[in-house]
């Protein structure tokens, strides 16, 4: 029934703020840029982001957790960027390890190095599974 995840939308009071904070953040820019919305492909999945003032709020209880190679490395190039610390890096188990940031818009950004995934190619942007 469930594919995965898809798509996780961030609601966000000022949307070129956002899409600049959140292209330099990825390293990529959006493939699809419109004043109602914003979409990123990170890796076969969206991360869209939504200016409608009547869903912005500050922070919110979801947590999505996206893909990192080194879970150490993102986490101190988006603190350079500008995304607040919120929980650490730290082991879960398994050699899983998630840490989450706040992204300068209040939302929280999660990532995940788990060698139990398969990783995504930077050349073709294809997930590759583990046997």
Known sequence: MFQGLRTVIYHVPDLAKAKAWYSAALNILPY???PF???FNVGGFELGLDPDPTNVTTGSNVEAYWGVRNIDEAYKSLIE???QEHKPVREVGGE???ATLLDP??????IIQNPHFGQVSEETGELSHLA
């Open 32 to 34: 699809f840029d419109e």
């Open 37 to 39: 919305y914003v979409g």
């Open 81 to 83: 960027k500008g995304a």
């Open 96 to 98: 899983i390890y998630v």
């Open 105 to 110: 818009f209040g939302n929280i950004f999660g």
